[in-house]
């Protein structure tokens, strides 16, 4: 059964240098007749693929190779300019950890928020909690507003709280080097439990070993194509072999 279907899917987004452009700037800009259209660049080219249920697919490619904007798509995170998305069951994005807390709300509201988010009850994520708590070493921690937390903290209780839920979908952005040695080897325990599961995982990672031992395909992305598609090894190797070469 396919739970995640890309057709067509394409996407148009503001460069950096036009982020960064202010308000201020823009108003000048207007007032001197110099106010020109954002500049925008096609980060995602006609992406089309099928991910089955159940199935692991690791996704590699240079820096800005259009990576994570993919899996933001996936996720729902971003709309795509042109194309269709179809994404079947719940789906935990592991990508911008925290990116979705209130920081004005305590540790344990923005675990029951980001469960009602993921389809769950509010019962349930209170059952949850003490393993959450106590998995992001964050007992100590639940009435603190997340603003409290240093960094590294949050990233734990993100991690904690998507990987706790059990998904169907599992979206996975560079995140198995989150806070020490100790928490990185818990969570690369906790990313291997979903191996042998019925969740579909999605993982981008530089890590080409972990995606060799970890998923049987895997899709290469450069300026935001898919160069190959098919069995990791093959993936791999030509984009070790052709990938590097441009780059």
């Not at 029951?112 to 909690?129: C, D, H, I, Q, T």
């Not at 439990?193 to 530089?206: D, E, G, M, P, Q």
């Amino acid at each position: 059964m396919e739970v995640i279907r890309l057709d067509n899917v394409s996407l148009l987004r503001r460069t950096q240098e036009e982020f960064s452009y202010d308000l201020k700037k823009t108003m000048l800009s207007v007032l001197e007749g110099k106010y020109r259209q954002p500049v925008k660049k096609l980060v995602l080219d006609k992406i089309e693929f099928v991910v089955q249920k159940g199935e692991k697919i690791g996704i590699i490619g240079a820096n800005g190779s259009g990576k994570s904007t993919l899996l933001k798509v996936i996720s729902g995170i971003l709309q795509p300019t042109s194309g269709t998305v179809r994404v079947r069951g719940k789906i935990a994005p592991l990508i911008e950890l925290g990116a979705g807390f209130d920081p004005e709300i305590s540790v344990m509201d923005n675990i029951l928020l980001y469960g009602v988010l993921l389809g769950y009850s509010r019962s349930e994520m209170r059952n949850r909690a003490p393993s959450i708590l106590e998995f992001a070493e964050l007992q100590d921690y639940a009435l603190v507003p997340v603003k409290g937390l240093s960094s590294g903290m949050v990233a734990r209780l993100g991690f904690s709280i998507a990987t706790d839920v059990q998904p169907d979908i599992l979206i996975l952005d560079e995140v198995l080097s989150v806070g020490d040695e100790n928490f990185k080897n818990k969570s690369k325990q906790r990313i291997k439990s979903f191996w042998h599961t019925n969740s579909t995982v999605l993982v981008v990672s530089h890590d080409l070993s972990f995606i060799q031992e970890s998923c049987e395909q895997a899709i290469w992305l450069n300026k935001g194509q898919i160069i190959f598609a098919g069995h990791t090894y093959d993936a791999i190797k030509n984009y070790l072999d052709i990938g590097n070469q441009g780059s």
